[in-house]
Nanobody, 125 residues
Framework: QLQLVESGGGLVQPGGSLRLSCVAS????????IGWFRQAPGKEREGILC????????TYGESVNGRFAISRDNAKNTVYLQMNDLKPEDTAIYFC??????????????????WGQGTQVTVSS
């Protein structure tokens, strides 16, 4: 069974940092495109960052302005989302997802076949 599990979310003050983790089971993350998405209440799911297979190309979403970074630890079958200088508008549920059918990064959620359950990030003072 292909599964992704996110962790690392929580409550953080504006200007703070968080690192989210996405651990895979049932498949090898380094062989797949992995994307990070977020969804705020009442809004559509938004692509943030995407990394190609074997830590290749990285694609940035429109809302990313150098504050977020994506990385892999292949030994741990894990992809990370490092978020710095967090703002209240970053409050959302954050998801990781894997593409099974292609090696191309894409921010359309329907392109991703495996999703985690999400982790809540709340930025508030």
């Amino acid at each position: 069974q292909l599964q992704l599990v996110e962790s690392g979310g929580g409550l953080v003050q504006p200007g703070g940092s968080l690192r989210l983790s996405c651990v895979a089971s049932g498949f090898t993350l380094s062989n797949n495109v992995i994307g990070w998405f977020r969804q705020a209440p009442g809004k559509e799911r938004e692509g943030i960052l995407c990394i190609g297979p074997s830590g290749g190309s990285i694609t940035y979403g429109e809302s990313v302005n150098g504050r977020f970074a994506i990385s892999r630890d292949n030994a741990k079958n894990t992809v990370y989302l490092q978020m710095n200088d967090l703002k209240p508008e970053d409050t959302a549920i954050y998801f990781c997802a894997a593409r099974i059918d292609s090696d191309i990064c894409h921010f359309r959620p329907s392109k991703f076949g495996v999703w985690g359950q999400g982790t809540q990030v709340t930025v508030s003072s």
